[in-house]
């Protein structure tokens, strides 16, 4: 649609030269600006088309069925995307209302948990900015207090063991497996030629 138009340049009144914006010149461009306009960097001059000067004072020309027809593009893909959005927060909000549903005493009683241990400690939760005093006078606390100690290294060594030892288990686990499969394919086929299996064969003794 505005392809066609890449380029144009008029002169209006003042002597100015316009000149055609290349925000929708191609399919990559346009998909990019239809994105960012969903955030609201979108103009009515972005998606105005500039014609040219005709006749014999030079005056500007103007395609309004090309301008309307641009706008009710842009309006019908916003309008689009809106009602996606919309609906796809609404079966969201509906999934987790469902899922709070089922759960709704472990949620209760989480959330009775959490208050009553909020409560027992010794300290409140403050507004900001009386928080970075909190925070700062809880680090400080922690840091120098012996009823804390920095566990992270040994934390995070007893979690590389767990996860090493959980892969030995694993390739273990595959490698018996596979064995096992093995030997019960084994089991399972017949040797075409044997010797060693076959039973005695019986012979008459002739007197």
């Known amino acids: ?54 006749g014999p004072n030079q005056e500007s020309t103007e395609h309004p069925i090309t301008n309307y027809a641009g706008e009710i593009t842009i309006a019908a893909f916003h309008i689009a995307v809106v009602i996606t959005l919309l609906n796809l927060m609404i079966s969201m909000l509906v999934r987790r209302a469902d899922k709070v549903l089922n759960n709704q005493d472990q949620e209760w009683k989480f959330t009775r948990c959490q208050i009553y241990a909020e409560y027992f400690e010794w300290f409140t939760a403050i507004p900001p900015p009386f928080n970075l005093i909190y925070n700062t006078t809880c680090a400080l606390y922690r840091l120098f207090s012996k009823k804390f100690k920095f566990i992270y290294p040994k934390l995070m060594r007893l979690l590389f063991e767990r996860y090493r030892f959980a892969e030995e288990y694993h390739y273990q686990t595959v490698m018996k497996d596979d064995a096992d499969r093995f030997i019960n394919r084994e089991k399972q086929t017949r040797p075409i030629l044997s010797f060693m299996n076959s039973s005695p064969m019986s012979h008459k003794m002739i007197t």
């Open 1 to 54: 649609m505005y392809q066609a138009y890449n380029e144009n340049r008029v002169m209006d009144k003042d002597g100015n030269i316009i000149t055609q914006r290349d925000t929708y010149s191609n399919i990559a461009i346009t998909f990019r600006n239809l994105y960012w306009s969903f955030y609201g960097y979108l103009a009515p001059w972005d998606y105005k088309v500039i014609v040219g000067n005709a």
